[in-house]
């Protein structure tokens, strides 16, 4: 059994962990607000640039059933741009997946890397090389530890990044695509449902699929004059759409970072408040123990002394 000296040192020891992870819960909700304004400040920026393509194609292509589609034997019409040519064969798919540079988040970065590696294994399975570009320090070091291939990795984006620290991600996954080193792209993050869920998801980014008006939804009756032509705007917005989809993923990883460490630094502090109570019932034990003790000491000294 313990000393009560040695439960003391181990309270004081528990009490200084439980000042720590109550300060990183205070700043996780502090950062945590912080990045879910930026989360729902960008979406509707991302909203209105879906609607802007949409009606982009629709305007060039008002009949086409698909922008992206392209026959390879010659027959068929060239897609739009190239960032739409869906390939028939898949045979290279590049996946970019976010993790998060710092631990103490609870199962969230293990949870994107469970996600990532059985959609890399799916992929496989299929016949199809899949080449990794990993955000995140902890994502790297979780897949150097597997077998799969790591092309390039990003870290140190930041807790308030900015589309200048996003927009590397996007040109190396453009210029894969466009370069035909890729077939198709995905991007793999947490998505921010709420504090307490976070849920790793799987979104492909290349080739594009530009929005479509749903069966029975009317399309705008504005009819735009873009200038100096449609195509070129819809050349230049492109690029643009791939970086604001890999900006909101990274987004949406900072909120869902900060919320789980958040829940895990509350749940650290109440399980350290726990275990100081109960050495605190340790504690006082050993003491009565050792007082009881004394006690009997004394009254053994003094029952000799009389006889």
Do not use: W
Not at 65 to 76: L, M, N, R, T
Not at 193 to 207: A, F, G, Y
Not at 258 to 280: K, P
Request: glycine share 6%; net charge neutral.
């Amino acid at each position: 059994m313990a000393t009560a000296r040695e439960i003391r040192r181990r309270m004081a020891s528990v009490k200084n962990i439980r000042q720590i992870t109550k300060a990183m819960e205070l700043i996780a909700v502090t950062r945590l607000r912080r990045a879910q304004q930026r989360v729902l400040a960008s979406r509707p920026y991302a909203d209105k640039m879906r609607q802007v393509l949409s009606d982009l194609v629709e305007s060039i292509m008002p009949d086409a059933p698909d922008a992206g589609a392209v026959a390879q034997d010659g027959s068929g019409e060239a897609p739009l741009h190239a960032l739409l040519d869906r390939r028939p064969t898949i045979q290279r798919v590049g996946a970019i997946v976010l993790t998060t540079d710092r631990g103490l988040c609870g199962a969230l970065n293990a949870n994107t890397i469970r996600t990532a590696l059985q959609f890399t294994y799916d992929q496989q399975n299929q016949g199809r090389q899949v080449d990794l570009v990993v955000v995140g320090r902890k994502g790297l070091q979780a897949m150097r530890r597997q077998s799969v291939n790591v092309i390039a990795e990003f870290s140190q984006l930041g807790d308030q990044p900015d589309i200048a620290k996003v927009a590397p991600i996007a040109r190396l996954a453009v210029d894969a695509f466009n370069g035909r080193q890729m077939d198709e792209v995905v991007f793999i993050y947490p998505r921010f449902i709420s504090t307490l869920r976070q849920e790793p998801t799987v979104v492909p980014l290349l080739p594009i699929e530009p929005p479509r008006h749903e069966e029975g939804e009317t399309a705008t009756a504005i009819d735009y004059i873009y200038e100096p032509s449609p195509r070129e705007v819809l050349a230049s917005l492109l690029p643009r759409f791939v970086e604001m989809q890999v900006y909101q993923a990274v987004l949406e990883l900072t909120a869902s970072e900060f919320s789980a460490r958040m829940v895990a630094m509350r749940n650290a502090s109440d399980n350290a408040g726990e275990l100081i109570n109960d050495l605190q019932l340790g504690y006082n034990k050993a003491r009565q123990a050792t007082i009881t003790r004394e006690i009997i000491e004394i009254s053994a000294g003094a029952a000799a002394g009389r006889q």
